[in-house]
């Protein structure tokens, strides 16, 4: 008890806006955005009003984007971490290679209105993929209409996003969203429909069950920034409802967030979860330190996870009690920007601890190397193993060493 208190001691100490659950995937390589409140599935809107109102231009015009990713592998990885290693362990190599291609069309038909469209294609397999594809309508300046294919996000943590939730029985795919912005003085109000019926596949909504709904309001003011906001799907998940406050002192960064889930789909009963964290910049914004607490009561809880350059899309699973979490970031003035991170996370659902120290940089233009040590410190078979999970091993591995080499970039065109 007294060696668990002083980590809990020491987190704190320490404070950060990581969250416990959208750090979990590293594998991103962007992991500026670790800090700022930006993790994986986000669109291109924040939480901000005035952010998810599209741009009023006069010109018309049109943007054609291209983005190329060519990604080499080596991720060694055990069934059982080397100080577990038993004589029944198993390596498996995790080699692979792929190519992804994506292109965009950007297209502003008139002053009020506009459509974004991405296609990609992607090797091995050689498969096509329908990314965002949306239009943004604007009502006098008042009201300011997205919809069609994307992933939208709420609050600042994942547990928080009521988007992301899925039933346990599905449907589990990509988000189609029909939403209205409706900016009111440093704030706004924004209404939407949501479902993940796979209307990309032929098939339409046909039930009440089908259809999600929510409503959120923000307010940005001096000293804090607040949202909240609830979601409703009948038949077949709780009825949530989420409060969310972020603020700065001095150079720290703030945040405390709540929900509460009543299972309005079956027996009425009551739960919440809630967390609290910080982050702050040291030595000239080159290390952030960053810590969470977060507290599950909802027991089972599923989330839509999007796929990401090098994890495909996936339900995940996140089991109840405490969380927590440290973060580190260091940045070195060198040349390739290198990018020295170390994540732990700790679930005292089953004493599971998880620590993935690595580095990142870019030796050339348009190459990137990134190399991280995904382990497992707590028993054999413990939470962050498990399939269905937050693993930041794509295979599930409780100790794997991961080598990623990536070629990318991209290439716009504008006509007005």
């Known amino acids: ?51 998810t109102a599209p741009v009023n231009v006069n010109k018309t015009g049109i ?40 292109l965009s069309i950007n297209a502003q038909l008139s002053e009020v209105f506009k459509v974004y469209t991405s296609l990609g294609f992607n090797i091995p397999g050689f498969y096509f993929t329908l990314g965002d594809f949306f239009f943004d309508y604007n009502f006098f300046n008042r009201v300011f209409l997205r919809a069609g294919k994307y992933e939208h996000t709420w609050g600042h943590s994942s547990f ?6 899925v039933p346990d029985a599905g449907p589990f795919g990509p988000s189609y969203i029909a939403k209205a912005d409706i900016p009111i003085g440093v704030g706004g109000f924004q209404a939407l429909v949501l479902t993940r ?47 969310s406050v972020k603020t700065t002192l001095g150079k720290t960064e703030l945040y405390n967030e709540w929900l509460i889930a009543v299972n309005t789909h079956t027996d009425n009963a009551v739960s919440f979860a809630a967390n609290l ?6 030595f000239g914004d080159k290390l952030t330190l960053g810590a969470e607490v977060f507290y599950n009561g909802e027991g089972n809880t599923f989330f839509y996870k999007p796929e990401t350059s090098f994890t495909e899309a996936d339900t995940v699973n996140v089991l109840d009690q405490f969380h927590f979490q440290f973060n580190l970031l260091y940045r070195i003035d060198w040349k390739g920007s290198p990018r020295i991170f170390t994540s732990v996370k700790y679930s005292t659902a089953e004493n599971s601890i998880q620590a993935v120290p690595g580095f990142k940089f870019t030796p050339l ?34 100790f794997s060493i991961m080598l990623l080499v990536t070629l990318t970039g991209s290439v716009y065109a504008s006509s007005f």
């Open 160 to 165: 928080t996003n009521l988007l992301a939730r």
């Open 63 to 102: 943007t054609f984007g291209a983005s190329y990713e060519f990604q080499g592998t080596f991720a060694p990885g055990w069934t059982l971490a080397p100080w577990h290693f038993d004589g029944t362990e198993e390596r498996t190599w995790g080699q692979g290679v792929k190519m992804v291609s994506n």
């Open 365 to 398: 233009d348009n190459i990137e190397v990134y190399f991280a040590v995904p382990m497992e410190l707590g028993k054999k078979e413990v939470y962050y193993n498990n399939p269905g999970y937050y693993n930041d091993d794509p295979y599930n591995r409780p």
């Open 197 to 243: 019926v796979d209307i990309a596949g032929g098939a339409i909504p046909e039930h009440m069950n089908e259809l999600g709904f929510g409503g959120k309001y923000n307010i940005a003011l001096r000293w804090f920034d607040l949202d909240m906001g609830v979601f409703f799907q009948r038949y077949v998940m709780p009825t949530r409802g989420f409060l």
């Open 1 to 51: 008890m007294k060696n668990f208190a002083l980590v809990f001691i020491l987190i704190f100490f320490f404070s950060f806006h990581l969250t416990a659950q959208e750090i979990d995937d590293l594998l991103n390589k962007d992991f500026d955005s670790l800090f700022d409140g930006s993790f994986t599935g986000k669109d291109d809107t924040s939480n901000s009003m005035q952010d």
């Open 277 to 282: 964290g910080a982050a702050r910049d040291f």
